[in-house]
């Protein structure tokens, strides 16, 4: 007897089963006809995923566009400038309501896991205490991580080295870092070095707004793996977005990838904001701003797409689906294979997953029961639909369910027939 099964659903690798959930973890994948269960959820033909994962994001500053006003000039110095104006009168109730207004947004689409730095260049720590508050409260529906961010420079800004430990002391769970936006490359690297440090020395996972510029010299990332090398840190340490590396030289480049691969760094580009914020100098042509992400994918190292904005100083769009982000990065990146565009998917799910250390994700007998149904035959049509979530379940709870949109009946296609040339194309 269980308490729900999902009954039907195809799994991200193409194989049809049933899976049966007792409490908050999968008991069962298989056929499962004679099980009884409370609950019944027919997914027969519809994509059946682990559920969304953003290992990237601003919770702290989501859903306040326009507050106290738009960004003109679209630049991230801009926005950054503008979230300065807005930390002045926002208040912590604001953030709650904001954030978790977003949860829902987020639950909703079949995001269940995201990484949110919170800005820690703050006195009051107001935005640390409401995301640790709301962070209690989505506990049950969504794995929030949250990463102490010394927005305004970890040395650049006066109090932002002791706010930054007083946030860890207070429960945030990651280290993060802006070495690019120190007033030195030596004081950038040294930053690198002193929160590596600090992370070894509390056992926590590091993760970095790293070379978030077009400037080809600024090389963080090379400290950063480094430094993880040194410490021991291997696997627990991610460089988010790596900018500066689309314009970086190539031969430096051949030397940095094996290192960074050595140092088992993971990766986060985030596609929608670097190709709005990159480039925002040049004349033409105008650069893309993405990072190397077949390059690192072809040398093993974990690389997943994170989201980072929704409606905030940065990013005037978003709506907390990942398979926006990932259709973004696909373009980008030039993903257009099949083989390709299978990885995007996994960018956006088990990939982040990886790189959040979430231990007890995935759809296996003993995984915490979280899943989304899809309408959509297989991962690559979910991309290129960016299909409804028909059901979400997080911790063996339905949390959401959608009906199927008229359209999707004229716009989804004969799945075998995309399924074989999808098989016979280039892999
Ligand atoms: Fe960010």
């Known amino acids: 007897m269980f308490d729900l099964i999902v009954k039907g659903g195809v799994l991200p690798d193409g194989k049809v089963a049933d899976i049966g959930i007792k409490g908050n ?18 997914a027969s033909g519809d994509l059946v995923s682990p559920p969304f994962v953003d290992p990237h994001f601003h919770m702290d500053a989501t859903l306040s566009y326009g507050l106290p006003r738009i960004n003109t000039s679209g630049t991230l110095l801009e926005g950054i400038g503008l979230w300065g104006e807005l930390k002045q009168v926002m208040t912590q109730d604001d953030v709650v309501d904001r954030a978790l207004k977003y949860c829902d947004w987020a639950a909703s689409m ?19 205490e409401a995301l640790l ?30 706010n930054t430990i007083r946030a860890l002391d207070m429960g945030v769970d990651v ?16 930053s690198v070095t002193e929160l590596c440090e600090i992370a070894a020395g ?17 090389r963080h990332i090379e400290t950063l793996a480094r430094e993880t090398q040194r410490l021991g840190l291997q696997g627990r340490v991610a460089g988010s977005h790596l900018t500066s590396m689309h314009s970086m030289d190539n031969y430096y480049v051949s030397k940095l990838l094996p290192l960074i691969a050595e140092a088992e760094i993971n990766v986060i580009p985030n596609p929608l904001i670097n190709i709005v914020l990159q480039g925002r100098h040049d004349t033409y042509p105008k650069r893309r701003g993405l990072t190397r992400v077949k ?4 040398l093993g ?16 769009l978003g709506t907390g689906d990942m398979l926006d982000v990932a259709f973004m990065g696909l373009h980008v990146a030039q993903m257009t294979s099949p083989k390709e565009m299978r990885t995007c998917f996994d960018m956006v799910t088990v990939n982040n997953a990886k790189t959040m250390g979430l231990t007890d994700y995935g759809l296996h007998v003993g995984a915490k029961a979280s899943l989304v149904v899809l ?9 290129r639909l960016r299909a409804g979530r028909l059901c979400v379940i997080a911790n063996g709870s339905v949390v959401s369910q959608t009906p199927r949109a008229d359209a999707s009946l004229t716009l989804k296609g004969r799945p075998e027939m995309l399924r074989r040339r999808h098989n016979s194309g280039d892999q």
């Not at 190292?301 to 005037?316: A, H, M």
């Open 25 to 42: 973890k999968i008991a069962a994948i298989g056929p499962l006809d004679d099980a009884e269960a409370a609950q019944v959820i027919d």
């Open 110 to 128: 079949g995001l269940l896991a995201i990484r949110s730095h919170v800005d820690t260049c703050d006195d009051r720590l107001l935005g640390v």
């Open 133 to 162: 508050e709301v962070r209690n409260q989505v506990k049950d529906y969504i794995d929030l991580q949250l990463v102490a961010f010394p927005q305004d420079g970890f040395y650049r800004d006066a109090t932002a080295r002791q």
């Open 175 to 190: 280290v993060g870092g802006i070495p690019h936006f120190e007033r030195t490359m030596t004081d950038g690297a040294a």
């Open 202 to 218: 509390r056992g926590l996972q590091v993760d970095m707004h790293c070379d978030e510029t077009d400037d080809p010299h600024s």
């Open 295 to 298: 390059e690192m994918l072809a």
């Open 301 to 316: 190292i974990n690389v997943g797409w994170g989201q980072d904005c929704v409606l905030d100083p940065w990013y005037s």
């Open 375 to 383: 309408d959509a035959g297989d991962p690559i049509e979910a991309l």
